[in-house]
């Protein structure tokens, strides 16, 4: 086995069992091979949470990229990086959101590394939609009405993703761009 097919397990039991799908056992048990296996890529239970940790927040941003092959320097470029995040969004299982939020609730460690992920969501959205508008302030108060929308999806149950997620957040910017407040 791989580290990622590890991972793979590990959001798997995440979403099933809560932190409980995280221990050796679970995921040895899960994976159906011997702790061997699990020790030949990490140092223990603690060497494995920090790894996963690490994974989730590469995964968390792998929407940063697809922002920033677009011309920011442009509202049409910033609008058009920020469709593709909605784009990106609707094609996650925001279930894995959901149960690494519920996990950081009781895991110190894992909610300071929610934390950073959501504080460079917010500052990605702030200087897409900074392009979009040129108003700072305008930006601010949109990165963190679409910010709000997402939170909103991962924490309905059962999530609100796909094409519903999609059309939610197209409503929305249709409905800033009939009110002026976005390009």
Not at 22 to 51: D, I, M
Not at 68 to 74: F, I, K, N, P, W
Not at 87 to 97: G, T
Not at 135 to 160: E, K, Q
Request: net charge negative; with cysteine; charged share 20%.
């Amino acid at each position: 086995m791989t580290q990622e097919d590890w991972f793979r397990i590990a959001c798997e039991g995440l979403i099933l069992e809560g932190e409980a799908g995280l221990t050796l056992h679970a995921l040895t048990t899960r994976a159906g091979v011997t702790h061997g296996s699990f020790y030949h890529h990490f140092k223990g239970q603690a060497g494995f949470v920090t790894a996963f940790l690490e994974h989730l927040e590469r995964r968390a941003f792998i929407d940063v990229p697809a922002a920033e092959d677009h011309d920011l320097a442009t509202p049409v470029g910033a609008q058009e990086a920020l469709r593709r995040l909605v784009e990106i969004i609707a094609a996650e299982d925001l279930h894995l959101e959901a149960a690494v939020r519920r996990w950081a609730q009781s895991n110190p460690t894992v909610a300071v590394v929610v934390n950073e992920i959501d504080a460079r969501r917010a500052e990605l959205l702030c200087r897409l939609f900074l392009a979009a508008t040129g108003d700072v302030a305008r930006a601010a108060y949109l990165a963190r009405l679409n910010g709000a929308l997402y939170l909103g999806a991962v924490h309905s149950r059962p999530p609100i993703q796909g094409a519903e997620y999609a059309r939610m957040a197209t409503d929305l910017a249709r409905l800033l761009a009939e009110e002026g407040q976005v390009s």
